[in-house]
């Protein structure tokens, strides 16, 4: 039996979704993985067929020798983390099973590339906050101010003014080196993701967000949903699909947009998670495209139960060369949405209450779990804790509604 290596940068929803179309499909699957304790050890032994640890995940030649050593030709090698998919892209080509070239994951990866490829809005890169004014005067204001390479709504920063951007840079530069994320650490050609930063004009539209399946050139929506709510850091709280209010015609120009991005940035053989803004006077503007995963959490559960698609599975054959996976009937083509709690405060989560007391709540179809206790998190990275499954809403605002009434009944709690 072959085997498919799974690369893991840190605890994460996609690895059991993934081995389980890895297990579907006829082969091992095989985590590779900083080191785990012994209590999470056990817990992915009921998902994997090994784990193997390794001190740094990024270092493709390394982690290319441990595979070739320990398993030999593997049959293919994907990642759903988003900081290791163009490393882990690069061990597919060493090792001969690469299905996209690493270098179009790592120009996705940089979001200035992109912006240079796409275009869709005014854009500049910021290197101190003496060019505040320059690049103000080039971009417009108000404007966005973000990493380079970063995701998760990391540090994303709306300006008005000029001093509003020279701050938001030297928050920037002082938050990202101090990260955890080693993403920043690593240099983007002539960037340096710590002290360069996108700067891109305001957008003025409803969001939305699809995963694309990109299979020999050719690209296929899966399903669109729209982002009723989302706060003042920019985590999205609800998601819901279809998108309220949007014609068919509109919401045909939205996902053209999207495949025509994936297809311009040269992605092929691949998943790619795209965020789009409906700018009232740029139509749909590209936000951002997550290459080589689909989206985080429970998007691709709520994108099965209505269409059928299993985006896991997809990527899976996608990586394998192989014919795509049977799919299913929809089980509930309804509308339905997404709904999304995190911790407040930075810290270890020490543990989660008011679970059976949100699933009780009748519009509540599912509840889904991504952290676990003993996880680090903080509250200035966008990581779903909590995830609901709703169905039976009326609109957007009882959308809203039923998100406070769930807030109050999940108590994370970080120490």
């Known amino acids: 039996m072959s085997t498919v290596v799974l690369i893991r940068e840190a605890r994460g929803h996609w690895v059991g979704e993934v081995a389980a179309a890895v297990h579907a499909a006829g082969h091992r699957a095989v985590l590779l993985a900083p080191p785990v304790d012994a209590a999470e050890r056990t817990s992915l032994a ?211 947009a999207a495949c025509s991005a994936v297809l311009a940035l040269g992605l092929d053989n691949t998943v790619a998670h795209v965020e789009v803004i409906d700018d009232a006077r740029r139509g749909p503007t590209i936000v951002e495209v997550n290459a080589g995963r689909p989206a985080g959490s429970i998007m691709p559960l709520l994108a099965k139960l209505r269409t059928g698609i299993d985006v896991f599975a997809e990527l899976t054959a996608l990586a394998l060369g192989a014919p795509p996976p049977g799919r299913e009937p929809a089980k509930l083509p309804i509308p339905l949405a997404m709904l999304i709690l995190y911790a407040s405060g930075s810290g270890t989560l020490t543990g989660i209450g008011g679970l059976d007391e949100v699933a009780a709540l009748p519009e509540v179809v599912d509840v889904v779990t991504t952290v676990s206790p003993g996880q680090v998190l903080t509250d200035e990275q966008e990581t779903y804790a909590v995830n609901l499954v709703v169905a039976g809403f009326a609109d957007h605002d009882d959308l809203v509604a039923l998100h406070a009434e769930a807030s109050k009944l999940i108590r994370l709690e970080v120490g």
């Open 46 to 256: 009921a998902l994997v067929d090994d784990v193997v640890a390794v001190d740094d995940v990024y270092d493709a030649d390394a982690v290319a020798e441990t595979i070739r050593s320990r398993f030999g030709p593997p049959a293919a090698v994907l990642t759903g983390s988003d900081g290791a998919i163009a490393s882990t892209a690069r061990v597919a080509e060493l090792l001969g099973v690469a299905r996209c070239p690493a270098s179009v994951f790592a120009r996705c990866a940089n979001k200035f590339a992109v912006r240079e490829v796409l275009g869709g809005t005014t854009f500049a890169v910021i290197s101190s906050a003496a060019e505040a004014a320059e690049v103000a005067a080039r971009v417009g204001l108000p404007a966005i101010v973000k990493p380079v390479n970063g995701a998760g709504s990391n540090l994303v920063r709306t300006v008005s003014t000029v001093d509003e951007l020279a701050a938001a840079y030297e928050l920037l530069a002082a938050r990202l080196p101090e990260s955890a994320d080693p993403r920043y650490r690593r240099p983007l050609g002539t960037l340096d993701p710590s002290a360069t930063f996108l700067v891109e004009g305001f957008l003025d539209g409803p969001e939305y967000a699809v995963d694309v399946l990109i299979r020999d050139g050719v690209a296929e929506p899966v399903e669109l949903l729209d982002k009723p709510l989302i706060d003042e850091r920019k985590f999205e709280l609800v998601l819901s699909c279809p998108p309220a209010d949007l014609s068919p015609e509109r919401a045909a120009l939205v996902t053209a």
